[in-house]
């Protein structure tokens, strides 16, 4: 039962009242008559109420009669209730519960916090205790764990020690006075959880043993491993980073890190011994064999050589397994074979055109064996060559190979001509005549000579750039059309000019370009490596282009100047002159002073030497495709010398108005040669 006591200027406090004596308190200011300060609850007849100083009895239907009537400020009293159950009373009190709080908890850890209590009160309200009371249920009071603090008003804090990790605490503030025990708010806070590692086991060997405990465990838990041999091994010893940490297969210890636990077994059974070998010998080889102790897992394999195929593995002639890796528990000593079969190929083979001839040698080989393939052409037609996908393998009727694969290759052969057409030619076409070009038939022969012209020489007989004959008479046998040219090189008297610049490595330049009669004429265009002029020049027209490649001074064949057969000055002036080579351009322009001029009215560069000489360069510009670019801007002369990092390019003398150097251009265009000599020559 609640009952509300009259207020004054207090606050109302409710105390429950048992069967028999309780303690009250009466905290007021002001005195008050017992009758006001229960107000509407009602007391039985016979309760008692005493102090120190008096007591009352209640009378029913007269109220309170006795050596005293009124409550006291600041006063205990005891109460004696007559009721058989307890009851609620709420009396008058200035005390605030208020006056006691407690502090939000801090600083937290795994295992402690800081908690504390604040009093407000008078003083005079004779403190007798205070502090903190702590459990982990919500309301947690004196009977629970608590502290016993300084007896001041005012705050203080207490570090509780010597908790649970990971654990919800409740904290109340506490205090007792005159007028009994008061609680603050009751707070709660949750300790830290403590670290966790990982505690990792495994056995040495593998299948030595059975290994448990390991797992993840709580900073100061205690771990147990415990370590179990298998049949044929005893258990030696635990090791932490390779170091003993105990020899009881049973090991406890303090968790206080990740840890990595081995749990050593030692091979007690017997050891077998397993061989293995490959059959054929050279068809593979094998691996895995070797001792073993007994029910230990072994593992072969058998790799087979280029051209072979695993078939399987034996023991005792017996198939033990077709897999290339065989993996079986070692019970006794054991020989066990690895069978290889060589590989067998098909070589098959067909005429081009179907028809033109016969093959024989096609059939089945094994890997490694070498066949022989023989094309014989029928009536009207020749053997021209062996093709695999279309690529020429040989130019023999009979091709010997070795067989790895499975081929198909195809005879090719070429119908025979009636006749055939030779044409010749002369380079220059003054240097000489030519005779005994014409028509033949297939298979006759052609006999060629070539005759000087009077002040030239015989060099070669070339097809397509290339030399097949340094003889003047030149015999072979007719097989298709042919076009050769017969090269002179002009031997007679030599009235070209040049001049001494006193250069340091004595070269004499020439004073005019080739076909030029003065200083100041053009002369005629050049492709690089042609020893005859021409109209239009450009890759479509030059000599040593297939469309595709280049088929001479390719960068790879080892020629990086130019061979005097092919040296415009050489050609044309004679084997005493010949085209410059990179060195002597760079020569040119590093020994002599360079100026811009006119020299009747032709605009060129003039290059001065110290020793007073000088030789004049026109501004020719260069010829491309059937035009001539830059004529009396730029000039371009030839050197012999090939652009190693392109070799489509050629080094060249390049100037205009305010520049000179010796620089790289396209080899297929026309460019002007100014010839060079030796003092010697």
Request: with cysteine; glycine share 10%; proline share 4%.
């Given at each position: 039962?609640?009952?509300?006591c009259?207020?004054?200027?207090?606050?109302?406090?409710?105390?429950?009242?048992?069967?028999?004596w309780?303690w009250i308190?009466?905290?007021?200011?002001?005195?008050?008559?017992?009758?006001?300060a229960?107000g509407?609850f009602?007391?039985?007849?016979?309760d008692?109420?005493?102090?120190?100083?008096?007591y009352?009895e209640y009378?029913?239907?007269?109220?309170?009669?006795?050596?005293?009537?009124t409550?006291l400020p600041?006063?205990?009293?005891?109460?004696?209730?007559n009721?058989?159950e307890?009851?609620?009373v709420?009396?008058?009190?200035?005390?605030s519960?208020?006056?006691?709080?407690?502090?939000?908890?801090?600083?937290?850890?795994?295992?402690?916090a800081?908690?504390?209590?604040n009093?407000?009160?008078s003083?005079?309200?004779?403190?007798?205790?205070?502090?903190?009371?702590?459990g982990?249920?919500?309301?947690?009071?004196?009977?629970?764990?608590h502290?016993?603090?300084?007896?001041?008003?005012?705050s203080?804090?207490?570090t509780?020690?010597?908790l649970a990790p990971?654990?919800t605490?409740?904290?109340?503030?506490?205090?007792?006075?005159?007028?009994?025990?008061?609680?603050?708010?009751?707070?709660s806070?949750?300790?830290?959880s403590l670290?966790?590692y990982l505690?990792?086991?495994?056995?040495?060997?593998t299948?030595?043993?059975v290994?448990t405990?390991?797992?993840?465990?709580?900073?100061g838990?205690?771990?147990?491993?415990q370590a179990t041999?298998?049949?044929?091994?005893?258990?030696?010893?635990?090791?932490?980073?390779?170091?003993?940490?105990?020899?009881e297969?049973?090991?406890?210890?303090?968790?206080?890190?990740?840890?990595?636990?081995?749990?050593?077994?030692?091979?007690?059974?017997p050891?077998?011994?397993?061989?293995?070998?490959?059959?054929p010998i050279?068809?593979?080889?094998?691996s895995?064999?070797g001792?073993?102790?007994?029910?230990?897992t072994?593992?072969?394999?058998a790799?087979?050589?280029?051209?072979?195929?695993?078939?399987?593995?034996?023991?005792?002639?017996?198939?033990?397994s077709?897999?290339?890796?065989?993996?079986?528990?070692?019970?006794?000593d054991?020989?066990?074979?690895?069978?290889?079969?060589i590989?067998?190929?098909e070589?098959?083979?067909?005429?081009?055109?179907?028809?033109?001839?016969?093959?024989?040698?096609?059939?089945?080989?094994?890997?490694?064996?070498?066949?022989?393939l023989?094309?014989?052409?029928?009536?009207?037609?020749?053997?021209?060559?062996?093709?695999?996908?279309g690529?020429?393998?040989?130019?023999?009727?009979?091709?010997s190979f070795?067989v790895?694969?499975?081929?198909?290759?195809?005879a090719?052969?070429?119908?025979?001509?009636?006749?055939?057409?030779?044409?010749v030619s002369?380079?220059?076409?003054?240097?000489?005549?030519?005779?005994?070009g014409?028509?033949?038939?297939?298979?006759s022969?052609?006999?060629?000579?070539?005759?000087?012209?009077?002040?030239?020489a015989?060099?070669s007989?070339?097809?397509?750039?290339?030399?097949?004959?340094?003889?003047?008479?030149?015999?072979?046998?007719?097989t298709?059309?042919?076009?050769?040219?017969?090269?002179f090189?002009y031997?007679?008297?030599d009235?070209?000019?040049?001049?001494?610049?006193g250069?340091?490595?004595?070269?004499?330049?020439?004073?005019?370009?080739?076909?030029a009669?003065s200083p100041?004429e053009?002369?005629?265009?050049f492709a690089?490596?042609?020893?005859?002029?021409?109209?239009?020049?450009?890759?479509?027209?030059?000599?040593?282009?297939n469309?595709?490649?280049l088929t001479?001074?390719?960068?790879?064949?080892?020629?990086?100047t130019?061979l005097?057969?092919?040296?415009?000055?050489?050609?044309n002036?004679?084997?005493?002159?010949?085209?410059?080579?990179?060195?002597e351009c760079?020569?040119?322009?590093?020994?002599?002073?360079?100026?811009w001029?006119?020299?009747n009215?032709?605009?060129?560069?003039?290059f001065?030497?110290?020793?007073g000489?000088?030789?004049f360069?026109?501004?020719?510009?260069f010829?491309?495709?059937g035009?001539?670019?830059?004529i009396?801007?730029?000039?371009?002369?030839?050197?012999s010398?090939?652009?190693?990092?392109?070799p489509?390019?050629?080094?060249?003398?390049l100037?205009?108005?305010?520049?000179?150097?010796?620089?790289?251009?396209?080899r297929?265009?026309?460019r002007?040669?100014?010839?060079?000599?030796?003092?010697?020559?």
């Amino acid at each position: 039962m609640l009952v509300a006591c009259t207020s004054l200027k207090a606050q109302e406090v409710a105390f429950e009242l048992y069967p028999g004596w309780t303690w009250i308190s009466y905290p007021s200011t002001d005195t008050i008559d017992f009758s006001r300060a229960f107000g509407s609850f009602t007391p039985a007849a016979g309760d008692y109420i005493k102090s120190q100083l008096g007591y009352a009895e209640y009378y029913d239907g007269y109220g309170w009669f006795g050596s005293m009537t009124t409550f006291l400020p600041c006063k205990g009293y005891m109460y004696k209730s007559n009721r058989i159950e307890p009851v609620m009373v709420i009396v008058n009190t200035p005390f605030s519960q208020q006056a006691v709080t407690t502090a939000e908890p801090t600083d937290v850890t795994v295992v402690s916090a800081v908690v504390g209590s604040n009093v407000t009160i008078s003083e005079d309200n004779h403190i007798y205790t205070r502090g903190v009371c702590w459990g982990t249920e919500p309301m947690p009071d004196v009977d629970s764990s608590h502290t016993t603090d300084a007896i001041v008003t005012g705050s203080q804090t207490v570090t509780l020690d010597g908790l649970a990790p990971s654990t919800t605490y409740y904290v109340r503030a506490y205090v007792v006075t005159d007028y009994g025990l008061f609680y603050g708010e009751a707070l709660s806070f949750t300790t830290e959880s403590l670290p966790t590692y990982l505690v990792n086991v495994s056995s040495n060997p593998t299948q030595g043993g059975v290994v448990t405990g390991g797992g993840t465990y709580e900073q100061g838990q205690s771990c147990t491993v415990q370590a179990t041999a298998k049949t044929g091994y005893t258990f030696t010893n635990w090791t932490k980073d390779g170091i003993q940490v105990s020899t009881e297969a049973t090991y406890s210890f303090t968790v206080t890190e990740d840890v990595a636990l081995v749990a050593n077994f030692t091979n007690v059974s017997p050891t077998y011994v397993i061989s293995v070998s490959a059959n054929p010998i050279n068809g593979g080889t094998v691996s895995g064999g070797g001792t073993y102790n007994y029910g230990n897992t072994c593992t072969l394999t058998a790799t087979p050589a280029t051209g072979y195929t695993f078939i399987n593995w034996t023991k005792d002639d017996v198939v033990v397994s077709s897999n290339i890796s065989f993996t079986f528990t070692v019970t006794e000593d054991a020989a066990y074979v690895a069978n290889f079969s060589i590989n067998s190929y098909e070589i098959t083979a067909t005429s081009n055109p179907i028809g033109a001839g016969t093959i024989t040698g096609v059939g089945t080989y094994t890997y490694g064996a070498s066949a022989t393939l023989t094309a014989t052409p029928d009536t009207g037609y020749i053997f021209t060559n062996w093709t695999k996908n279309g690529i020429q393998v040989s130019t023999e009727a009979s091709y010997s190979f070795t067989v790895t694969e499975n081929v198909t290759l195809v005879a090719n052969f070429t119908a025979v001509p009636s006749t055939c057409t030779i044409s010749v030619s002369a380079n220059p076409s003054n240097g000489g005549t030519v005779s005994g070009g014409g028509t033949y038939n297939y298979g006759s022969t052609c006999t060629l000579t070539a005759t000087p012209a009077i002040d030239y020489a015989f060099t070669s007989w070339k097809v397509n750039g290339n030399v097949v004959s340094s003889n003047a008479v030149y015999t072979f046998t007719v097989t298709s059309d042919r076009t050769l040219v017969a090269n002179f090189y002009y031997v007679g008297g030599d009235d070209h000019t040049c001049v001494d610049l006193g250069l340091p490595s004595g070269t004499l330049w020439a004073t005019c370009n080739v076909g030029a009669d003065s200083p100041e004429e053009f002369g005629d265009y050049f492709a690089w490596g042609e020893t005859q002029p021409k109209d239009t020049c450009d890759w479509d027209t030059y000599q040593f282009y297939n469309g595709n490649n280049l088929t001479k001074y390719t960068g790879d064949d080892g020629l990086v100047t130019l061979l005097p057969e092919d040296d415009a000055a050489t050609a044309n002036w004679g084997p005493n002159w010949r085209m410059p080579t990179r060195m002597e351009c760079q020569e040119l322009l590093a020994y002599t002073t360079v100026t811009w001029t006119t020299q009747n009215g032709v605009e060129g560069k003039l290059f001065t030497a110290q020793n007073g000489n000088s030789i004049f360069l026109p501004a020719t510009g260069f010829l491309s495709g059937g035009s001539i670019y830059y004529i009396g801007s730029g000039g371009y002369c030839w050197s012999s010398s090939l652009y190693m990092d392109d070799p489509s390019f050629v080094w060249t003398i390049l100037f205009g108005v305010d520049y000179y150097m010796v620089y790289c251009y396209g080899r297929a265009y026309g460019r002007s040669v100014r010839p060079v000599r030796s003092v010697q020559n």
